[in-house]
């Protein structure tokens, strides 16, 4: 992969996954900012590139740790030098838990519960092994995927995480996805701040209890600016950031200049005067509007001949990266770095 350092973009075969290292790096430290300046700490979502080298930098720009969503993301970056992360799902069964309670042991380890057998399924392997894992209650505030209700239900599970050895209760975390399907910049700013709210207040009712609930953790991209700065919240999460795309463009949440991404493809069929074809279709391209790289040339746009090159936005950056052996960083018009993709595909 080294090969590829050093060389021009035109020297470069298609498709390739470019990655602009200066907006890669002023968005790593806009975000970085954002959370000192609101005194928050930045657990960033590794998913969203599942490299080392941007992990890396993450760091160095002052993250406290990184945000994987399964084991094996978990496994890689721990191997890759990665000794706090928080796995920010649900994980499930005995092979899993040994697999986390042994993770335990060679660093910082969290996860999400939103189950009290789940919770206390952890527990026991974590003794086994006589690990100590830190868990997050999940928080459902208007995603409706996982997660306990705000309130009460977080509270009974927090009651019972309570009485488990093995286990240690972090916070309450959530994630509102469900931004990035809003239809106006006002409608992600309430449920941006509906995030935050929502946690903060559950996370208030546990210490009235008597609980601890040091976490109080958020995270999305076009959320971010908003629920991270709610009082009370503690930590954000949010993953596309590095990269955003044309979700996020849509969205608001990102301008043209501030996306990294892009995928280089030539032009390879020219059949008529509306349709463009490239070599990237839906395996390069995770989220495309059709699986076969055919482009629907607007009216107005130039007139691109066969051989030509794109540079071309993906619609998600995250699901994109992750099809790809490994991405190059490239400043103008050359390779710096390449960065291999760990934990690709759909593991487990
Ligand atoms: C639990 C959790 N936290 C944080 C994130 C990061 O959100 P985004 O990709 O919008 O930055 C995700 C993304 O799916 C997630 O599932």
Known sequence: MTDFIGRDLDQLDTPALLVDLDRLERNI??????????????????KSHKSAGIGRRQMDAGAVGLTVAKLDEAEAFLEAGFTDLFVAN??????????LARLAQRGTMAVGVDDADVAAGIAAAARTVGATVDVVIEIDTGLHRAGVLPGEPALRLAEHIALLDGVRLRGVFTHAGHAHGAHSPEEVRRIGREEGLKVVETAELLRQRGIACPVVSVGSTPTALISGAVAGVTEMRPGNYVFYDRMQLGLGSATPGDCSLSVLA????????????????????????????????????????????????????CTTANLAECLLGVRGNRVDEVFPVIARGGGR
């Open 266 to 317: 030539t032009i390879t069929s020219r059949p008529a005067a509306d349709r463009v074809i490239i070599d990237a279709g839906s395996k390069t391209f995770a989220l495309d509007r059709g699986a076969h790289g055919i482009i629907v040339r607007a009216e107005g746009q130039s007139d691109p001949s066969v051989g030509e090159r794109l540079r071309l936005l993906p619609n998600h950056a």
């Open 90 to 99: 649900q994980v499930v069964g005995k092979q899993k838990w040994e697999r």
């Open 29 to 46: 430290a806009r975000m970085a900012a954002f959370a000192r300046r609101h005194g928050v700490a930045l657990r960033p979502h590794a």
